[in-house]
């Protein structure tokens, strides 16, 4: 039986689709606040402690290909649920854990649970809307699942102070049935039936096929751009924001923190502005990109340039303009979808889906590494010049990425059909 697309099916399926992404960001957020109680309970330094949170990332982005592979052979809704499985299955693992190798085991199963979400969501979006509704509903599912790291926040503070480490992370871990049944009832693969699974990949016809999806400069473009929007934004939120603030710009544990928040604010509201825009002016995807990329360095160089600290209110600016970041890295998947043909649009997503994290992971190492250098002996008392040696590196990265931006954004307007673009039909 085929449903409508856009109808109060493809809406359900959407729904439980995103409350499992949420999940996922849930689960992937949820030590940020239990750092402390991580530490006694593991008996672990502050850069053990740091070890998840790289650990994590380090997983999500080497499963994007596979998890991409799997999704264009088994479809999203069988990819999605084995995922709902694993966070299930590792949080409850990190929930009785006792001891810091069996705690890093169970947070490289939330990672690699966490990496079979988002490329499902994207693709279910792309099958239940119609073409021209998808860059709005792509940046919804975005924003509201990046709400599953605020939400993260309270309900788990609370718990680990009621009723203590082992019963807060089960009772998380609980959700993940709930989902799992709405899953199997609920979700289809697409409007025309349940499971419509690919075709079988040998080795061979793993490699023609992403050698195919790269080969398309629609692909690479959409990669560069992931790659050039998001590592700021994340470096500022995963690591380095709040030392930076406190010990760079003389900014209290309060005012940093409000100011992070405020990141995820930009995030939220922009996501759907971005969504609206792309969907009107398709053919401008990489000049609006170009122009974020723009303000995001200029404001970066007039907070790194300023004399002694930065004033509030040009901070304030910074987080709005680095918040737009996250919206703006999701254009890239829509190159995606309109450069690839529906059997391989899932690992052309993962292929695009790594590239921003791969430089977050570049940006916040290259931090460490300068503030290290920039420091006498052993101290992690970085001064505030320390940190505009540091920070300065994501202009190697900006340079690299708005070059390739603009290599490749003529080679990609080359081949994609313009009238087709429009029309919302992708291109193969």
């Known amino acids: 039986m085929t449903s409508q697309l856009g109808g109060r099916m493809a809406y359900a399926v959407w729904g439980v689709a995103l409350a499992t992404y949420f999940l996922a960001i849930f689960h992937r957020s949820s030590l940020a606040v ?8 593991f008996g672990i330094s502050a850069s053990q402690l740091a070890v998840f949170a790289m650990l994590q990332l380090l997983v999500y982005a080497g499963m994007q290909i596979p998890v991409g592979l799997l999704v ?14 694993i966070l299930t299955l590792a949080q409850t693992g990190f929930a009785l854990a006792e001891t810091y190798p069996v705690a890093l085991v169970s947070r490289t199963f939330v990672g690699m649970g966490d990496a079979m979400t988002w490329i499902c969501v994207l ?19 975005g924003t509201v699942g990046q709400l599953g790291a605020v939400v993260a926040a309270v309900p788990m503070t609370i718990a680990l102070r009621e009723v203590g480490w082992t019963a ?7 959700l993940g049935v709930v989902l799992a049944v709405g899953l199997v009832f609920v979700v289809r693969d697409a409007p025309e039936g349940r499971r419509i699974p690919g ?36 470096a500022m939120a995963l690591l380095w924001g709040y030392p930076f603030l406190v010990q760079g710009e003389g900014r209290s544990s309060a005012s940093a923190g409000a100011l992070l928040t405020l990141i995820v604010v930009a995030f939220i509201y922009s996501g759907p502005l971005l969504g609206l825009l792309i969907g009107r002016h398709p ?11 723009s303000a995001i360095v200029v404001v970066w160089t007039a907070v790194l340039a300023w004399p002694g600290q930065a004033p509030l209110w040009l901070l304030v600016v910074l987080t709005q303009v680095i918040g737009f970041g996250g919206p703006a890295s999701m254009i890239g998947f829509d190159l995606a979808r309109t450069s690839n043909p529906a059997e391989r649009l899932a690992s052309a997503t993962g292929i695009i889906n790594q590239a921003g994290f791969a430089a977050s992971l570049v940006l916040v190492l290259s931090i460490g590494l300068i503030l290290d250098w920039r420091t006498p002996g052993d101290s992690t008392d970085y001064s505030p010049d320390a940190f505009r040696w540091a920070l300065s ?9 708005v070059a390739q931006i603009v290599r490749y954004r003529g080679r990609a307007r080359a081949v994609i059909d313009r009238r087709a ?4 039909v992708p291109m193969t």
């Not at 239990?34 to 309970?41: F, I, N, Q, V």
């Not at 264009?72 to 499985?85: N, Q």
């Not at 693709?123 to 599912?141: A, H, K, M």
């Not at 807060?168 to 609980?174: F, I, R």
Request: charge should be positive.
């Open 34 to 41: 239990a750092g402390l109680a991580a530490s006694e309970r």
């Open 72 to 85: 264009d052979r088994y479809g999203p809704r069988a990819v999605m649920l084995s995922g709902v499985v």
């Open 123 to 141: 693709r279910l979006v792309s099958r239940w809307f119609p073409p021209r509704r998808v860059p709005i509903f792509t940046q919804l599912s």
């Open 393 to 401: 590196a994501q202009y190697v990265l900006w340079a690299v990425g």
């Open 168 to 174: 807060a992370y089960l009772s998380t871990a609980s």
């Open 283 to 293: 053919w401008h995807r990489s000049s609006v990109v170009l122009v974020i990329v």
């Open 199 to 234: 075709p079988r990949m040998s080795w061979p016809g793993i490699r023609t096929s992403l050698a195919a999806s790269w080969a398309h400069p629609g692909t690479r473009l959409g990669f560069w751009m992931h790659f050039t929007t998001q590592f700021s934004a994340t």
């Open 421 to 424: 673009l429009e029309s919302g």
